[in-house]
C-alpha cells in the first residue's frame, strides 16, 4: 500500500499545475508521512523488483522537490518547502543523505522577497535538519559544517543590521521586525549542538541581545524578550573547554552587579535599611534633582534606561537572567554565588508596600528628596519586583533540591514577609505559593512549629483562593432573585439579561470547562505539600478544619488522599470534632417532585394516621401488669376512696379553694378529649373503671382504682398544655360507692 501512495505523490507532483500545489501540501505531507517505513529503509536492503521501483520513485521525489524550490513561482517554492521538511522527518538519514543542494536552496530562500509564511517555514526545515544531522558524523561533515554559518548569517540579516567596530562586528536589530522571535528560537535550539560554529557570531549576538533586552525605544513583544534572555545565557557555552566555567561565572557575576546598580535607582524613594553582606559592594548614591534614570551601560553592557517603568523593566529582566543561568545547563561544573543571590532577594524583599502608604504603618522610611509621585509610583510596581524574586527563589530551590535545605528557613522568611505587604496581587499570590509548594516537601518534615504558624496566613489565602467567590455564591443560591423589583434608575436602567441570569449562566459553564489557573493549581499544591510533608499535631485544628473543608468543597481529590493519609492526632484531652453541616434532604427542597408520588404518600399518611388510634385505645384498655406495691403503715381505710397513680399529683390547699369551672368549658374540654381520643370498638363511659386488679396482686380495698381515665386525663393534659398554653380544670370524679363523695384533684 504505501508504494502506491509513493507513485501517487510523485504522480500529482509532476502532473498538477504548480499554481494549484499549495491546496494539496497538507495531503501530500500527510501521505509522505504514511510512508515513513519505505522511505527510511537501507538501501543495501532492497534487492528485489519492487524495491527497485521504489527507489526509481523516491528519486522522482527528490529531483522534484529541488526542481520545485529553484522555481518562478511562489506556489511552488512554498510548497516545497513543506515537502522538504516532511520528507526529511519521514527518511531522515536515507533522505538526508545527498541533501546539501536542497539545502543551499533553502538558505538562499532566505534572501529572496518571499512571504513571511514561506521564510519562517524555511526557517524551521533548516533548524530541523540540522538538529538531526547531529547525530550522524559524516552528515555533520557534509551538510552542517559547510551550511550553518550561511544559515546564521541569513538569519541575523533577517532581523538585524551589520555594523563593523575596531573591537568587530555589531548588529543593530531591525523595527518591527516579523521573525525575531523563529530567529532566537532556532539559534536557542541549536548553540548547544554546534558550540564551535556559533563561537565566530557570539560577539554579533550578545550586541543584538544586549539591545533587544535592554531596549526602550523599540518595543519587543514579552516571549521576544525571554527568548532573547534564555539565549543571551547561552552564549557562554561558545567559549572554549578550558574557560567555559570562568565565562558562566563572570556573566552571572556581572548579572548580580547589575542587579545592585539598578536597584539604587529604582529604590531612591526609600531610605534601606539593608546592609550587605559582601564588603566588597559599593552603592553609588543616586543624583535626587534629575529624573529617575541611569548613567550609562550596566556591568552586564545593557544599554541605559530612563523612567521609573523602564527601571523595573531592566531589574525583572536582570533577575530573570539570573534565574535563567541557575537553570540553563552549563558546559561545565560551576559553583553557585548562592550567598549573592540570597543577599540580592533580601535586598529588594526588604521594601514592600505599605498598608495606606503610612511609613510608620511598615517600617520604612521615606527620601525626602523624592516626589510622592515617583513614591507612589514604586509602590506599584513593587509586586512585579517581588514576583520576579520569588521565581528566582524557586529555582534556586529547584535546582538545588535536598541541598537547599540549609537556605530553606531564609527563603520562608522572605517569602512570607513579602505575602505579608502584598498579597492584594494576584501574581504575587501565585509566585509566593509555587516558592513554598517546592520548598515545604524540603523542609516540612523538620520544621519549627513556629515556622509552620507562621504559614497560617498563607494557608488561609489559599483556602480563599480556591473557594468560589462570595458573589457567584450567593447569585447561585438566589438566581433572578426579586426580578419584579424597579430598579432606581428608572424604566431606562433595566437589564433584561439580569432577569434572564444569562451572564450567570455563562459564568457557570466557563468554570466547568476551563481548567484550573495557575493560582489555583499552586494553592491546591501548597495545601497538598501542608498535608503531606508537615507533621499533622504542628498544623493548628482551626487551619487544618478550614483546610479540610476547602478541599472538600471544591473536591479536589489529591489533597483529599492526603490528608486521609495523614489524619489528625487524637487529642489528649476532650475536643470538639468538627465536621461538616448536615445537608437537609427535605423533599420541599428538590428540584422536581412528582404530583402522583406526592398523592399517594398523603394517602398513605392518612391510613397510618387512622390505624394509629384504636392501638392507642387499646393501650390504655390493658390491665396493670405491674403489682401496687403500698407500705402497710399508709394503707387506706375501707371507707376512703384508693387515690389515683398520677405522672404529678397536687394537693388540695384548705386555706384557698380554686372555683368551681364553668359548665360550658367543661363541656368544651370534654367533646376535644372524645375528638383526640378515638374509643374502641366498645366503648365505655369516661368515668368507668379499668378491668379489676386480680386479688392475688393488689390489696383489698373498697373502691376500684381508675386507672384508664386517669392516664388519658394526663395525656390530654399534657396536649392542652402544648396546644393552647391554658391549664386544664379541675375534674370531680364521683366515686361509684354509697359513701361520701371525695373530690379527686386531677390536674395534668
Given at each position: ?33 504514511d ?21 526509481v ?116 536589530s ?20 554546534h ?74 524613594a ?43 523593566d ?21 559553583a ?22 503610612e ?18 509610583g ?19 530551590v ?6 537547599a ?20 496581587n ?147 484531652g ?38 394509629a ?90 373502691a ?28 370531680n ?16
Amino acid at each position: 500500500m504505501t508504494s502506491a501512495t509513493l507513485r501517487a505523490i510523485t504522480h500529482r507532483l509532476t502532473t498538477t499545475p504548480v499554481e494549484q500545489l499549495p491546496s494539496k501540501a497538507s495531503l501530500l505531507a500527510t501521505s509522505l508521512n504514511d510512508c515513513a517505513a519505505l522511505l527510511s529503509a537501507p538501501q543495501a536492503q532492497k534487492s528485489g523488483k519492487s524495491d527497485n521501483e521504489n527507489a526509481v520513485q523516491i528519486h522522482k521525489l527528490k529531483t522534484r522537490l529541488a526542481s520545485l524550490l529553484q522555481d518562478r513561482s511562489i506556489e511552488g517554492r512554498w510548497t516545497a518547502v513543506v515537502l522538504v521538511k516532511a520528507a526529511v522527518e519521514a527518511g531522515q538519514w536515507e533522505i538526508l543523505r545527498g541533501y546539501e543542494p536542497i539545502v543551499r536552496s533553502l538558505i538562499g530562500i532566505l534572501a529572496k522577497p518571499d512571504p513571511i509564511s514561506t521564510r519562517k517555514m524555511c526557517i524551521i526545515t533548516l533548524t530541523r535538519i540540522f538538529h538531526l544531522t547531529y547525530q550522524y558524523p559524516t552528515l555533520v561533515r557534509e551538510i552542517t559544517t559547510p551550511q550553518l554559518p550561511g544559515f546564521i548569517t541569513a538569519a541575523l540579516n533577517l532581523v538585524s543590521t551589520a555594523t563593523k567596530t575596531s573591537s568587530g562586528s555589531t548588529r543593530k536589530s531591525k523595527p518591527n521586525t516579523p521573525f525575531m522571535e523563529i530567529v532566537l528560537h532556532a539559534l536557542l535550539e541549536l548553540i548547544p549542538r554546534h558550540i564551535t560554529i556559533f563561537r565566530p557570531f557570539s560577539s554579533q549576538l550578545r550586541s543584538l541581545l544586549q539591545e533587544v533586552i535592554g531596549s526602550s525605544s523599540v518595543y519587543f513583544p514579552s516571549q521576544v524578550v525571554q527568548a532573547a534572555e534564555q539565549l543571551l545565557v547561552s552564549l557562554h557555552k561558545c567559549a572554549p573547554k578550558d574557560q567555559a566555567t570562568t565565562g558562566w561565572k563572570d556573566d552571572c557575576k556581572s548579572t548580580i552587579l547589575a542587579i545592585h546598580q539598578t536597584t539604587d535607582n529604582v529604590y531612591r524613594a526609600v531610605v534601606e535599611q539593608w546592609e550587605s553582606v559582601d564588603g566588597n559592594l559599593t552603592h553609588a548614591r543616586p543624583n535626587c534633582s534629575q529624573e529617575i534614570s541611569s548613567e550609562g551601560p550596566d556591568s552586564l553592557g545593557l544599554p541605559a534606561w530612563q523612567g521609573l517603568h523602564a527601571g523595573v523593566d531592566r531589574l525583572v529582566a536582570l533577575l530573570e537572567i539570573l534565574s535563567g543561568f541557575l537553570s540553563t545547563p552549563s558546559a561545565a561544573a560551576v559553583a553557585l554565588p548562592l550567598g549573592a543571590i540570597l543577599d540580592v532577594t533580601s535586598r529588594l524583599t526588604s521594601v514592600t508596600v505599605p498598608l495606606n502608604g503610612e511609613p510608620s504603618q511598615s517600617g520604612i522610611q521615606f527620601n525626602k528628596e523624592i516626589s510622592r509621585d515617583e513614591r507612589e509610583g514604586l509602590w506599584m510596581e513593587l509586586p512585579r519586583i517581588h514576583v520576579a524574586c520569588m521565581g528566582l527563589l524557586s529555582n534556586v530551590v529547584g535546582v538545588l533540591g535536598t541541598s537547599a535545605t540549609s537556605v530553606t528557613q531564609t527563603v520562608l522568611e522572605q517569602a512570607v514577609w513579602t505575602f505579608k505587604g502584598e498579597n492584594f496581587n494576584t501574581d504575587l499570590r501565585s509566585a509566593v505559593y509555587g516558592l513554598l509548594r517546592s520548598l515545604v516537601p524540603l523542609n516540612g518534615p523538620a520544621m519549627a512549629k513556629e515556622s509552620v504558624v507562621s504559614l497560617t496566613n498563607v494557608v488561609r489565602s489559599c483556602c480563599h483562593d480556591l473557594l468560589p467567590p462570595v458573589e457567584s455564591s450567593n447569585q447561585a443560591a438566589n438566581p433572578g432573585s426579586d426580578p419584579k423589583a424597579k430598579p432606581k434608575g428608572g424604566y431606562g436602567a433595566n437589564n433584561a439579561d439580569a432577569f434572564l441570569n444569562i451572564e450567570l449562566q455563562k459564568s457557570r459553564q466557563t468554570q466547568v470547562s476551563s481548567p484550573l489557573l495557575d493560582l489555583q493549581q499552586n494553592a491546591s499544591g501548597l495545601l497538598q505539600a501542608i498535608l503531606v510533608s508537615i507533621p499533622a499535631e504542628l498544623v493548628p485544628p482551626s487551619v487544618r478544619a478550614e483546610i479540610d473543608r476547602t478541599i472538600i468543597l471544591t473536591t479536589d481529590k489529591e489533597p483529599m488522599l492526603a490528608s486521609v493519609l495523614n489524619p489528625v492526632p487524637a487529642a489528649k484531652g476532650p475536643r470538639r470534632r468538627l465536621q461538616m453541616p448536615v445537608l437537609m434532604t427535605a423533599p420541599e427542597l428538590d428540584a422536581y417532585i412528582d404530583e402522583d408520588e406526592e398523592e399517594v404518600e398523603d394517602e398513605e399518611m392518612v391510613d397510618d394516621a387512622y390505624k394509629a388510634a384504636p392501638k392507642t385505645a387499646d393501650f390504655l384498655k390493658q390491665p396493670v401488669s405491674m403489682p401496687i406495691h403500698v407500705p402497710q403503715a399508709e394503707q387506706p381505710k375501707a371507707a376512703d376512696p384508693v387515690p389515683t397513680f398520677q405522672k404529678r399529683t397536687y394537693t388540695e390547699e384548705s386555706t384557698t379553694q380554686e372555683p368551681a369551672p364553668k359548665k360550658q368549658d367543661v363541656q368544651d374540654k370534654k367533646t376535644r378529649f372524645e375528638e383526640l381520643v378515638p374509643t374502641a370498638s366498645t366503648p365505655q363511659p369516661f368515668s368507668q373503671p379499668a378491668p379489676s386488679i386480680t386479688q392475688s396482686e393488689a390489696p383489698k380495698v373498697s373502691a376500684p382504682v381508675s386507672t384508664t381515665s386517669t392516664t388519658v386525663t394526663t395525656q390530654v393534659t399534657e396536649e392542652e398544655e402544648d396546644d393552647s398554653g391554658d391549664e386544664m380544670p379541675t375534674l370531680n370524679v364521683d366515686s361509684d360507692t354509697d359513701e361520701e363523695d371525695d373530690d379527686v384533684t386531677m390536674d395534668g
